[in-house]
């Protein structure tokens, strides 16, 4: 009995459901594509790609994306990309396929064509990284000129409290600006625990501030500054303030005790006030003395000299 293809009406030695074994083949693709194209994210920092809602950092899952993508209909022995560049954009990706859709063909190939669509967006890893570089600032000024010993001070403090603060991690670097440093982390918490401790140990005056560094809603992400301007000066500090000389008797909570020089009148600052206008530190010496008897502190400031009783 002949045999004769409905489709295309040749004589076959092999019919299968009525065809020849070229239409059957045009028939029955090998593979189809399941969607109407792949995605691909990838992260332009990291490389990562996203893979099931996971970014995933190996390079071998943009050709599983595509290959998942295809469903096979045959007996499929290899599979392949034969073209595929990451373009942004729409792109084509060609995949050569092997097998049969049926045991009584011979092995062949075929070509899939998937449509690409690739973009770029950071992972959160890699964007959490670069936001992170910045979430809290902390500003460390001093009111007058830092010296050594000040600053040996306050970068103890701040690594200390790095340190304590390990496991959280995420410190970054401390920058010399004009009067003082920034201290830049990706811990807000650090940070305050930084502010604070610089605090207790030293007069100082601390304002926090938040701003919004992007995003709305749930999803802002917000930047910590805190100013900590300190007052580095102690018992026994000649200071200059609204252009008298003060000798400083006691600080605390806030507020600090200063002796006029020339008048001898006790006052009270608050630190606040005193960071707002501002002090300086003269040239000044100071010596105990002998006076009617007992104990005088003279100090010379600019050639002038003053007695202070009960500072010796
Ligand atoms: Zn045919
Ligand atoms: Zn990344």
Redesign the pocket.
């Known amino acids: 009995m002949r045999k004769i293809?409905?489709?295309?009406?040749?004589e076959?030695d092999i019919l299968i459901e009525g065809?020849?074994?070229?239409?059957?083949r045009?028939t029955h693709p090998l593979a189809k594509v399941k969607r109407d194209y792949v995605g691909i994210v990838r992260c332009p920092s990291c490389g990562s790609i996203l893979y099931k809602g996971r970014w995933v950092r190996d390079p071998k899952v943009v050709e599983k994306l595509l290959l998942e993508s295809l469903d096979y209909l045959g007996r499929v022995t290899k599979v392949s990309i034969e073209e595929f560049e990451l373009r942004h954009g729409l792109n084509t990706a060609v995949v050569r396929v092997r097998g049969t859709v049926h045991e009584l063909i011979n092995e062949y190939e075929e070509r899939v064509q998937i449509k690409v669509r690739y973009s770029e967006e950071l992972c959160p890893r890699c964007r959490d990284m670069i936001n992170e570089r910045e979430r809290a600032v902390v500003q460390v000024r001093s009111i007058v000129p830092m010296d050594e010993r000040l600053r040996e001070l306050i970068i103890d403090i701040v690594k200390r409290e790095v340190v304590k603060g390990e496991e959280r991690s995420g410190f970054l670097r401390i920058e010399e600006v004009q009067g003082g440093f920034d201290v830049k982390l990706s811990d807000q918490g650090i940070a305050r625990a930084i502010a604070y401790r610089i605090h207790r140990t030293l007069p100082s005056r601390v304002i926090e501030s938040q701003s919004v560094v992007k995003g709305r809603g749930d999803k802002v992400i917000t930047k910590l500054s805190i100013s900590v301007v300190v007052v580095p000066i102690g018992r026994g500090s000649v200071i200059i303030y609204e252009n008298r000389p003060y000798y400083v008797l006691t600080y605390s909570q806030g507020t600090i005790k200063l002796v006029d020089i020339t008048s001898k009148d006790v006052i009270n600052v608050r630190l606040h006030d005193l960071v707002k206008n501002r002090i300086s530190i003269p040239r000044y010496e100071t010596r105990c003395v002998e006076r009617d008897g007992s104990r005088a502190l003279e100090i010379t400031i600019n050639n002038e000299s003053y007695l202070l009783d009960n500072a010796c």
């Open positions: 293809c409905a489709l295309c009406g040749r076959t065809l020849c074994p070229d239409c059957y045009k």
